[in-house]
């Protein structure tokens, strides 16, 4: 509730409110409840990775993330090639947008985004499969991308991804207030030892967080 009460005076004020988002929010089933928070304008800017959005296609085309059924919560077979095929399906359409348009993606974080014209950055790693259209893998573009967002935030919420919060958290001012959310209480502690003094912690599971955040919220 208090964190609710934080995002409706930061979306009162007309500032951004970020949302940095790893892949356990998917893997948890979180993604639907993230949705709703972006489509009532709780969630105005989202910071990423290349996994968040793989995963996140994964789950809206074939029901997996990682491989493992949403539904089931069991491994499915050719599961681990999934984040791939689901990686090469976006490369056919050209981007997130037009998968949207052309009917393939109809559903998931990406497609709300782009549904409600929210932006986001999706920055790259050394690591990343593919990547997905539009993710940078320039860091220094990247940081630049991010950088005006953090300027004129409101509020941020940090949710389970420690480097991406972290690199976020290098860029936030003083007075932006943070939520950090992560089921690993080490990656609160070394989001604070970092200089992010102002950020909250709450040591839970993501998916909790976001299914209760947006029904307090009434999305």
């Known amino acids: 509730r208090e964190v609710a009460r934080l995002l409706e005076r930061a979306k009162e004020s007309g500032r951004h409110i ?4 790893g892949p356990a929010v998917v893997h948890t089933g979180a993604g639907p409840h993230l949705a709703r928070l972006i489509e009532r304008g709780y969630v105005t800017v989202l ?7 793989t995963h996140d296609a994964e789950a809206a085309l074939l029901g997996t993330s990682l491989g493992i059924s949403l539904k089931e919560g069991t491994a499915i077979q050719g599961g681990h090639e999934h984040h791939l095929r689901a990686i090469n399906t976006i490369r056919r359409c050209g981007n997130f947008a037009a998968a949207v348009e052309q009917g393939v993606l109809t559903q ?3 497609y709300t985004l782009e549904k409600t ?3 986001y950055v999706l920055a790259g790693s050394l690591r990343d499969d593919g990547p997905m259209p539009g ?3 320039d860091m220094m573009r990247a940081q630049a991308a991010m950088r005006p967002f953090c300027q004129q935030a409101g509020a941020c919420l940090m949710l389970s991804s420690m480097l991406h919060s ?3 958290g290098n860029l936030l001012p003083a007075s932006v207030h943070t939520v950090c959310v992560d089921i690993n209480p080490a990656v609160v502690t070394k989001l604070a030892d970092r200089g992010s003094f102002q950020a909250i912690g709450i040591v839970t599971d993501v998916g909790l967080f976001l ?3 947006a029904d307090v919220l009434g999305c």
């Open 166 to 168: 972290i690199a976020t």
């Open 108 to 110: 998931g974080i990406m």
């Open 135 to 137: 993710v940078i893998s």
């Open 117 to 119: 014209g929210t932006p």
């Open 211 to 213: 299914e209760q955040l």
């Open 18 to 21: 970020i949302a940095v988002v």
């Open 47 to 53: 910071f990423g990775g290349n996994a968040v959005a």
